[in-house]
């Protein structure tokens, strides 16, 4: 059963962090209420979820996954690119320690989890707002005695590399191709977002189905031609605050 690590979302998420979209009101108890539904979504397909106490200092902490990023052999403790965010990682690393052995990427690297897209023993990291060189070369140092080769891509007109590409299925991505070179990741198929949606490329795939917000239908329609099951959610605060579906949990095969 996986395990999905997730936390309640902050009484100040309202205060988050917004690089690419301009603020608007996010509604506290109806963020707090969408999170729940993710939670019990995650449960549905099969995650045992641990569910950490909202952290209300932290406006952004409800995005675990920028804290970390999970690998079979060990997890890394990331170093989020946004002072307000760093010290996220304390919590999640104390989470994750029953779990993995633990390595932590150390100054003066910068790296978000949702920069971070591992396809089988390939790490691609978005160089982004958040993200440095420092990080990739230390992720190689890190990395490259477990077999993994890290590769940096850039990443400019969005958030984070998996606001642009997210992996639908064994063999296939889901990404924006305004945003992203789908020939950067060789092997893979990819179905495209719809261009009236360039947010829709970020898909949570657990055991099969895709956990997706109910925001993006032209797209949901691409991807269920393509054969994908969906949960379909509406994920409107988390959206405000430039968070989507991947950014909520850290799951553990
Ligand atoms: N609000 C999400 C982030 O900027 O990290």
Known sequence: MPLAIARQVSARFAECELTHIQ?????????????????????????????????????DSVFVEDAAFILPEVAVITRPGADSRKPETVSVADALRPHRDLI??????????????????????????????????????????????????EVDKFLHLKSAVTRLDEGTLLLNPAWIDASLFGKFEHVEVAPSEPMAANILVINGTGIYPTSF??????????????VTLDVSEIAKA????????????
């Open 104 to 153: 932590f990427v150390r100054e003066p690297a910068t790296i978000d989890g949702g920069d971070v897209l591992v396809l089988e023993r390939d790490i691609y990291v978005g160089l982004s707002s958040r993200t440095n060189a420092a990080a990739i070369q230390q992720l190689q140092a890190m990395l490259g005695r477990h077999g993994y080769c890290v590769h940096g891509v």
């Open 217 to 230: 239908p032209e797209t949901q329609a691409r991807i269920e031609a393509h054969g994908t099951q969906l």
């Open 242 to 253: 430039e968070g989507a579906v991947t950014c909520c949990s850290l799951i553990l095969q």
């Open 23 to 59: 603020r608007e009101p996010i509604d506290i108890a109806k963020a707090r209420a969408q999170h729940a539904e993710y939670v019990r979504a995650l449960q549905e397909l099969g995650c045992h979820v641990v569910e950490l106490p909202a952290e209300d200092d932290l406006p």
